[in-house]
């Protein structure tokens, strides 16, 4: 693992939090969506590197795939360790953003999750390409997800 005097970079996700809860996050995507249960490592291990992208590109409105956003929801619902991980990689709580009006809805989804998928290879972050590909609207956001609110000034 390379560690830059502010962030983790070129690293695998996995390897920022422990096994335990890796295998947790992975068995709570398998209970809550059994049919990603065959994908849920790999599920869990993008939702990682999303978030990862996020903390090196603030502002970028970065957008998981349908699949990714799986785990980060998964991953949120574990607030302190999440809140961990966040200030690990980010310096900052990484929100969750639905784009489910017209001020958060994001123009092109599936240029946002080319976008995401390029900040993750630049960062030396793994991509699964299978796991990016099926399309970028999740289920409850309707319209993707992004890594932030639009702040004013």
């Avoid at 590197?49 to 970065?62: D, Q, R, V, Y």
């Avoid at 310096?91 to 953003?97: K, P, V």
């Avoid at 946002?112 to 030396?124: L, Y």
Wanted: glycine share 6%.
């Amino acid at each position: 693992m390379t560690v830059t005097a502010e962030r983790p970079t070129g690293v695998d996700p996995r390897a920022l939090i422990t096994p335990d809860l890796f295998d947790r996050l992975v068995a709570r995507i398998t209970d809550d969506h059994p049919e990603h249960a065959e994908h849920a490592a790999d599920i869990m291990s993008q939702a990682l590197a999303f978030l990862t992208a996020c903390g090196s590109n603030p502002g970028a409105g970065l957008s998981p795939s349908k699949l990714v956003d799986v785990g980060w929801h998964v991953f949120l619902a574990y607030t302190r360790e999440y809140a961990a991980f966040c200030d690990l990689v980010a310096d900052r709580f990484i929100h969750h953003m639905p784009t489910d009006t017209p001020d958060t809805a994001i123009a092109d989804p599936v240029a946002a999750v080319g976008a995401t998928v390029a900040a993750m290879r630049a960062a030396g972050l793994p991509v699964i390409p299978e796991l990016w590909i099926a399309g970028s609207e999740c289920s409850q956001c309707y319209a993707g997800c992004a890594d932030d609110p639009k702040t004013e000034g």
